[in-house]
Nanobody, 119 residues
Framework: QVQLVESGGGLVQAGGSLRLSCAAS????????MAWYRQAPGKQRELAAT???????TYADSVKGRFTISRDSAKNTVYLQMNSLKLEDTAVYYC?????????????WGQGTQVTVAS
């Protein structure tokens, strides 16, 4: 069993910055794509950013130019640097990692971290 441990959420004023981190508890799995999703109150969970094992990155249009996803494969960790935060960025942020070991594939989620942007 692998756990994804998130940190870095909190309360920030509009225009401010936060950095989220998510680390996998075990390194015996191979990790493919890593991603950050978010879910605002009353809305569906949406993809914010993703980074493949090869370093290819995609962003949702709503965060492009303000958020930066990165990964440290040696530490099994993914980061999300969030700048110029807006009220509409308020959500629970979840990290996601696709892993495999042998022929088995696994999809793991973090527990979620609250990001609240205040005016």
């Amino acid at each position: 069993q692998v756990q994804l441990v998130e940190s870095g959420g909190g309360l920030v004023q509009a225009g401010g910055s936060l950095r989220l981190s998510c680390a996998a508890s075990r390194s015996s799995f191979s990790i493919g794509a890593m991603a950050w999703y978010r879910q605002a109150p009353g809305k569906q969970r949406e993809l914010a950013a993703t980074i493949t094992s090869g370093g290819s990155i995609t962003y949702a249009d709503s965060v492009k130019g303000r958020f930066t996803i990165s990964r440290d494969s040696a530490k099994n960790t993914v980061y999300l640097q969030m700048n110029s935060l807006k009220l509409e960025d308020t959500a629970v942020y979840y990290c996601n990692m696709l892993m495999w070991r042998g022929a088995n594939r696994y999809n793991y989620w973090g527990q979620g971290t609250q990001v609240t942007v205040a005016s």
